[in-house]
C-alpha cells in the first residue's frame, strides 16, 4: 500500500473511513435493525472464542487451596508492584491539594505541576488539546524516541495516543482494510502472534496471512518463509502490510540487526507497510542481547530505505516494566507516511479525543526520574528488580519444563511470556472433538491444579503442534509462587502422560 502516492492512497484506503464527497460508496438508506436474538449478532463476533478462564470455578468444590493466572499478561494483578514515583505523580495530579502537604518527594512534584501545566485548564479532567493527544506529551515521546535511537529524530506529530497500543494498532488496520475475495486486505503476521491480533483482524476485515517463525532455532525469523508466505496468498488477498513483535509475543526472542534489516529490505521490495509492536522494548534480559528500534536500523540503512518505507511502531504502559494495563495508555509513531493520509488517521479519533491520565502515565514512562532527583534511586531499584525477577524466573521455569517428560521449550530473551510445547498423548487429542487440544489441556489444569494457562490455539497455531502460553506470575513472580506453578504443572502433566499407556 503506497501510503506516501497521494493519487494512489485515497483509493485503495477503506472507504468507509472516507468523507463523503471521497467516497465512491453511495449512502444506503437507514433500515430497523435488531439484536433480539443470536441470529442477528455480527457473524465476526459470533467467531470470537472466549477464552480458557478462571470463571469456570465459580461455584465448585476444588482440591486446591488458590487459583494462579499465568496467562492474561496483566503484571499487577499478578502481583508486580506499581512503580512509586509513577503512582505518586498520577496521585498528585488527580488531587492536587496532595501536593501542599509535602508528602511527596521533591520531583514528583514538580513533575506533577509540569503535567497539569500541559493538561486544558490545569486539569486531567479536561479533554486533551487535539485528537493526537497533548502536544507537550508528544513532544516528550518524541524526544524519547530520539534518545533512544542516538540521536535519530522524531517528530512530535508524528506521535498519536490512544487507549492503548491495541487500540493504535486498530486504527491502522481500520485504514488498512478495503476488498473482497482476492482483493481483501491481507497482513502477514507471525506464527505464533498476540493472542489478541487475530480478534483485531477478523474485526476489521483484514485477511491473516501466516509466516512461521522458527521454533527450533528460538523461534527465529526466516526471510525465505517471508517469501513463502507472500505467494501463498496471492490470489485469495491483496498483502498490504508485515506485523513484526519484537522482542516477541508470546515467544520472547529479540531480533538482531542482520533480521530486522532483512525484514526491511523484504518490506521495501514488496511494498509492504511495517507494523511493529515494540511494547517490550525494556523487558530484554537474555545475555548479550539488546534492544533494536526498527526506526533505528531503517535510518541506517540509506535514502532508499529510510525515506520510502512505511512504518508504524506500537509503544504501552501496560507492558513491560510500567505494568499499567487498566490505565490504558499507548502511542504509535508513523514513518513516511502520507501527510493526507495521515490526516485521516488522526479524524478517526476525532469524535473521542484520547483520555488524559494515560497521557500523563506515558510522559512518566518515556521520562523517568535523571540522576540527582529525589526519586532516582528508588526507581531504578523497582526497575532492576523487575527485570532480575523476569530474567531468573524465566531462566529457572524453561530448564524445569525442559526436564518435563513430553515438554519442550524455548529459552525466552525478552518480553513476559514462555511458550512451551506440548506433546500431547494420542487418547487427550482424540477426547478434544469439540474443542482444539490444547484448549482441553488448559481447561483441565485449571479444573484439576488452579492454574489458568493460555492455550497456543489463541495465538493463531492451528496445526497438530501443540503449545500452552505461560506468562506474568511465570515470569514476574516470587520464587515461592513460581516454584508453586510449576510443581502443579508437572504433577498434572505426568498423569496426562500416564494415558499413553
Request: charged share 20%.
Amino acid at each position: 500500500m503506497k501510503w506516501r502516492q497521494q493519487q494512489v492512497a485515497l483509493p485503495s484506503l477503506n472507504t468507509r473511513l472516507l468523507p463523503a464527497h471521497l467516497s465512491a460508496s453511495p449512502r444506503s438508506p437507514v433500515r430497523g435493525t435488531k439484536m433480539s436474538s443470536v441470529q442477528e449478532v455480527n457473524p465476526v463476533v459470533l467467531g470470537i472464542r472466549e477464552p480458557v478462564g478462571l470463571q469456570s470455578l465459580a461455584g465448585e468444590q476444588k482440591p486446591f487451596q488458590t487459583v494462579i493466572d499465568v496467562c492474561s499478561g496483566d503484571p499487577h494483578r499478578a502481583g508486580m508492584p506499581p512503580l512509586s514515583f509513577a503512582r505518586q505523580v498520577l496521585a498528585a495530579c488527580l488531587y492536587p491539594e496532595l501536593l501542599d502537604e509535602s508528602r511527596f518527594p521533591s520531583d514528583v512534584c514538580r513533575r506533577a505541576q509540569k503535567l497539569l501545566g500541559v493538561c486544558n485548564g490545569g486539569s486531567v479532567g479536561a479533554y486533551s488539546s487535539s485528537s493526537c493527544g497533548i502536544p507537550g506529551i508528544q513532544k516528550a515521546v518524541a524526544e524519547f524516541i530520539t534518545r533512544r535511537d542516538g540521536g535519530v529524530a522524531s517528530d512530535p506529530e508524528d506521535i498519536i495516543f490512544s487507549s492503548g497500543s491495541q487500540r493504535t494498532l486498530m486504527l491502522v488496520l481500520h485504514l488498512l482494510s478495503s476488498g473482497q475475495g482476492p482483493t481483501q486486505t491481507g497482513v502477514l503476521t507471525p506464527l505464533p502472534c498476540p493472542h489478541t491480533l487475530p480478534m483485531l483482524l477478523d474485526e476489521v476485515g483484514v485477511k491473516r496471512v501466516p509466516y512461521r517463525l522458527l521454533e527450533e532455532q528460538g523461534w527465529g525469523l526466516d526471510l525465505e518463509e517471508l517469501h513463502r508466505a507472500l505467494e501463498a496468498a496471492r490470489g485469495h488477498c491483496e498483502a498490504r502490510a508485515i506485523y513484526i513483535s519484537n522482542p516477541g509475543n508470546p515467544t520472547g526472542q529479540v531480533q538482531d540487526l542482520e533480521t530486522i534489516e532483512g525484514v526491511i529490505r523484504f518490506a521495501a521490495s514488496e511494498g509492504l507497510v511495517l507494523l511493529v509492536e515494540e511494547v517490550y522494548q525494556d523487558c530484554v534480559f537474555g545475555q548479550d542481547e539488546k534492544f533494536l528500534s526498527y526506526k533505528k536500523v531503517l535510518s541506517e540503512m540509506g535514502a532508499s530505505y529510510s525515506e520510502r518505507v512505511e512504518m508504524v511502531s506500537f509503544h504501552s504502559i501496560s507492558a513491560g516494566t510500567m505494568g499499567e494495563c487498566g490505565l490504558r495508555g499507548g502511542y504509535m509513531e508513523v514513518i513516511n507516511m502520507d501527510p493526507l493520509v495521515k490526516n485521516h488517521l488522526m479524524s478517526m479519533q476525532a469524535p473521542c479525543s484520547p483520555p488524559v491520565l494515560p497521557q500523563l502515565a506515558l510522559e512518566i514512562m518515556v521520562n523517568p526520574p535523571s540522576p540527582g532527583d529525589a526519586s532516582h534511586e528508588v526507581f531504578t531499584q523497582e526497575i532492576l528488580q523487575t527485570v532480575e525477577t523476569l530474567s531468573q524466573n524465566a531462566q529457572r521455569a524453561c530448564e524445569f519444563l525442559n526436564n518435563v517428560p513430553g515438554m519442550s521449550c524455548q529459552p525466552a530473551k525478552g518480553g513476559i511470556f514462555l511458550y512451551p510445547r506440548l506433546n500431547l498423548p494420542v487418547q487427550i487429542i482424540k477426547e478434544a472433538e469439540v474443542m482444539q487440544a490444547d484448549v482441553l489441556y488448559c481447561q483441565k489444569f485449571l479444573e484439576e491444579e488452579g492454574v489458568c494457562l493460555g492455550p497456543g490455539s489463541e495465538n493463531g497455531q492451528d496445526d497438530k503442534n501443540y503449545h500452552i502460553r505461560s506468562g506474568q506470575i511465570i515470569l514476574d513472580s516470587p520464587p515461592a509462587v513460581l516454584e508453586d506453578v510449576l510443581k502443579r504443572l508437572r504433577s498434572f502433566h505426568l498423569r496426562i502422560e500416564d494415558r499413553r499407556h
